[in-house]
């Protein structure tokens, strides 16, 4: 038989190995001990079972890498799809709703699971796991998947099939239950090590093994702020009759989507304009407005404004940026970069200075970045609060009471803004947060601040990881949530990104990202963005708002 090389890029080093082996076996070639679960392949994301008939580089992927997690994920998730049918029958139908810290809530509608119907949904999983039941994966004829989805009663699974661009369709099979998910899994049920399944309000939550602790599941905050948030976008998914991407493209093809803009827009103004009445109520002068990178924080700030000033309250607005400290006085990290997100780069006793100034009725003059130099221009904004005025700040920080030692809870009202996605493309592939939020960030950094589509990408595992010390921790000290997300946004945002990722190189290290997205907007039909009002938060991301 002929001989290939193969650069196994985990090893540094060049193999030669036979044609026509799968990755499973070059890994028992290379004698590794670690769990690996996929590869990527020339930079294309494979399961072990693909088989390499040219010489390529590969790399393993384990649990510990973004693409290596969320196959891992995936998967769980699959086998407990697989439990479920086995155990209640394909009437029942499982929603996967969202995630709690890498957890997923799930529901059955109109349907409450009892706690021995979970018992028995995780013990036909840990029988799967035992038993290493195959997870196999083969290509289907359009027809032959619908009838498929059919007999499972996935119907927004059936339904999403007519936007697919394609003959056939990646089908995925474990015992006798078939399902259709997107990305790379496990080849068998044995690869999983760690989960729980178990009641969370009205439905239940699949527990995830955490990414760099391997003997622990993902906590998850009971009866949090951000789980009512998704709640009530699901009820707003219902009054638009849009729970799954195939609605939402109806309504594209019918006609309809500009009324559905119109109301998508209507909730969210109205839910700007009860946090205006609450902060009425309250009688709070400093308003905190803080979430992660891409969330809408400025426009949102700017209606908010509009809000106040309709029920008599005038606001004033500063940003937690204009008081970074000198770029020279901040220090280096041990990769020798300098960490901006973190809170101790801010002139936080000049800022609590200020506010205890402007709570007394003085005059203050803030703070004021210079970017480009890195350091405090001479001349800030004079700020002085009256009767009926409120001060709107806007920062990353906003949340954490580090920030404002000085200044005593009854004088702080709290918000925090996030893109909490709740579309579904349909009953069992979810939308990320995450992605939604990349997304809108690949978008505007291209188009309004010179940075190219590679870099943001290459950037972004940053960027998570800085809202992960900085955001999250504090998200349940906000007094309101927004949820920033709105359900027609990636039909427009698609018009934009589409191009840049194709512009990707597959040679290049983000390719693999990039083509993960493509696939994701592939479900999506786009939307005409002028037909997006000009006062619309997801006008930040595409230019043409009313506020610029």
């Keep these: 038989m002929s001989k290939i090389k193969v650069h196994i890029i985990n090893l540094k080093n060049d193999i ?33 079972n693909f088989i390499v008939k040219n010489s390529c580089n590969v790399e393993f992927l384990d649990i510990k890498t973004k693409q290596g997690y969320k196959a891992y994920q995936r998967s769980v998730m699959f086998i407990m799809l697989a439990a479920v049918n086995k155990v209640l029958g394909s009437k029942r139908v499982v929603w996967v709703e969202h995630t709690l810290n890498n957890n997923f809530i799930c529901r059955i509608k109109n349907f409450e699971l009892e706690r021995k119907q979970i018992e028995d949904i995780k013990s036909e999983m840990e029988r799967m796991i035992r038993e290493n039941v195959l997870i196999e994966k083969f290509q289907l004829p359009i027809s032959e998947a619908e009838e498929i ?32 998910l997107y990305g790379s899994m496990v080849i068998s049920a044995g690869y999983i090590k760690n989960f729980d399944i178990e009641k969370y309000q009205n439905g ?61 827009e209507a909730l969210q103004e109205k839910k700007i304009a009860q946090i205006a009445d609450l902060i009425y109520k309250s009688g709070k002068k400093f308003i905190f407005v803080a979430g992660p990178s891409s969330s809408g924080k400025t426009t949102f700030a700017k209606r908010l404004s509009i809000q106040l000033k309709v029920i008599g309250i005038k606001p004033h607005m500063i940003s937690l940026d204009d008081y970074y400290k000198n770029r020279k006085d901040i220090p280096f990290e041990a990769d020798g970069s300098k960490n901006y997100e973190n809170i101790t780069t801010l002139k936080i006793e000049r800022f609590n200075e200020d506010l205890l100034k402007l709570k007394k009725g003085e005059e ?19 700020i002085k609060l009256e009767k009926g005025e409120v001060l709107i700040i806007e920062g990353i ?9 000085k200044i005593e809870d009854k004088d702080k009202f709290k918000i925090y803004i996030s893109a909490l996605t709740q579309l579904n493309i349909d009953e069992h592939n979810r939308i990320s947060t995450t992605d939604s939020r990349l997304i809108r960030r690949i978008v505007r950094d291209h188009f309004f601040r010179g940075f190219s589509i590679n870099n943001t990408i290459e950037m972004w595992p940053k960027v998570l990881k800085g809202e992960e010390d900085n955001i999250f921790p504090y998200q349940e000290n906000a007094d309101v949530i ?32 990039a083509k993960r997205l493509l696939n994701m907007l592939n479900s999506f039909l786009a939307i005409n963005p002028e037909d997006i009002p000009n006062n619309s938060l997801i006008r930040e991301f595409i230019g043409g708002s009313c506020f610029e």
């Design 16 to 48: 030669t190995i036979e044609k026509n082996i799968s990755l499973k076996e070059i890994l028992k070639e290379c004698n590794f001990d670690r769990d690996f679960l996929v590869a990527k392949v020339d930079n294309i994301e494979k399961d072990l």
């Design 397 to 405: 920080h906003g949340l954490n009471d580090e920030l404002t030692p």
């Design 149 to 180: 989805f059919e007999r499972n009663n996935l119907i927004n699974c059936k339904k999403e099939l007519k936007y697919i661009k394609a003959t056939n369709v990646t089908i995925y099979k474990i015992g006798e239950y078939y399902d259709y």
């Design 204 to 264: 239940f939550i699949l527990k995830i093994q955490a990414q760099n602790n391997p003997e622990n599941l993902n906590g998850y905050v009971k009866g949090s702020k951000i789980s009512s948030v998704f709640s009530e976008y699901n009820r707003w998914s219902e009054i638009m009759k849009t729970e799954a991407v195939c609605s939402l493209n109806d309504a594209i093809c019918n006609g309809k989507i500009k009324e559905l803009i119109l109301i998508a």
């Design 364 to 382: 203050v003059e803030t703070c004021l970045y210079d970017f480009i130099t890195g350091e405090e221009k001479p001349y800030g904004k004079k």
């Design 482 to 513: 927004f949820n920033s997300a709105l359900i027609y946004e990636l039909c427009v945002l698609k018009v934009y990104a589409e191009p840049l990722l194709f512009s990707v190189d597959k040679a290049e290290g983000v390719y693999t990202e």
